[in-house]
């Protein structure tokens, strides 16, 4: 079954603009909630991540959202630039263990 | 720090051949994860080790697929006989369990079987 849904598919934002990706998952037994970065060609790699005692985390331009009581969290990435053109994924890691299941990914393009 | 390292970086084989991928974990991490990723199925956890042990291969698709740490710096994903739908980008990563649950990746092996 699928425990996490991200949205959107597919995103296109201009340079300066913020770009929005979302995230829902179905099962509250989860701990740890990264946002994975993967450029063409290469693996993913972690952005940010963030814990469910806090609602939001912020490093640099990027920033989490977080909403316990509607399952849901969300990357904010500010002042988008076209170096930020790439796949994002969300992510979810279970209590009991490590494993990570991941969104479906959001090909995000900032145009100059 | 060299990161995970993954061999080969590309694989072109022949249906019912096996197929073996390689990992080299980050030095002093305990964990090591084997993904696949294709269009259809995104990113997909096929198995984890921990301090060399499988801890959960619920992700393994079928028996073709075997994986093994025979010690903490080197692990194989088998796949024997292959088959054309097999064809995916291989990815290993790794993490230091015991503190952190950052997941490092290697840069994948696209695997084509033809």
């Known amino acids: 079954q699928q425990q996490v849904k991200q949205s959107p598919q597919s995103l296109i934002v201009q340079k300066g603009g913020i770009s929005i990706i979302n995230c829902a998952y179905e099962?509250?037994?989860?701990?740890?909630f990264p946002w994975y970065q993967q450029f063409p060609g290469k693996g993913p790699a972690l952005l940010i991540a963030i814990r469910p005692d806090v609602s939001e985390k912020k490093e640099g331009r990027f920033t989490i959202s977080f909403n316990k009581s509607a399952k849901q969290f969300s990357l904010h990435i500010m002042d988008s630039q076209p170096g930020d053109s790439a796949t994002y994924f969300c992510?979810?890691?279970?209590?009991?263990?490590?494993?990570?299941?991941f969104g479906e990914g959001t090909q995000l393009t900032v145009n100059p | 720090d060299a990161g995970v390292i993954q061999s080969p970086r590309h694989e072109v084989t022949e249906m019912g051949q096996e197929v073996t991928l390689r990992c080299k974990p980050i030095s002093g991490h305990n964990s090591l994860f084997w993904y696949r990723q294709t269009m259809m199925r995104g990113l997909e956890l096929l198995i984890y080790?921990?301090?060399?042990?499988?801890?959960?291969d619920s992700g393994m698709p079928e028996d073709r697929f075997s994986a093994k740490m025979p010690n903490a710096s080197f692990s194989t994903l088998k796949i024997q006989p292959s088959e054309p739908r097999d064809s995916a980008v291989y990815f290993c990563a790794s993490s230091y369990s015991t503190s952190s649950d950052t997941q490092y990746f290697g840069p994948g092996t696209r695997l084509t079987v033809l």
């Open positions: 080790f921990n301090n060399n042990v499988p801890i959960d």
């Open positions: 099962n509250t037994a989860f701990d740890y």
């Open positions: 992510a979810v890691k279970e209590t009991s263990g490590s494993r990570l299941t």
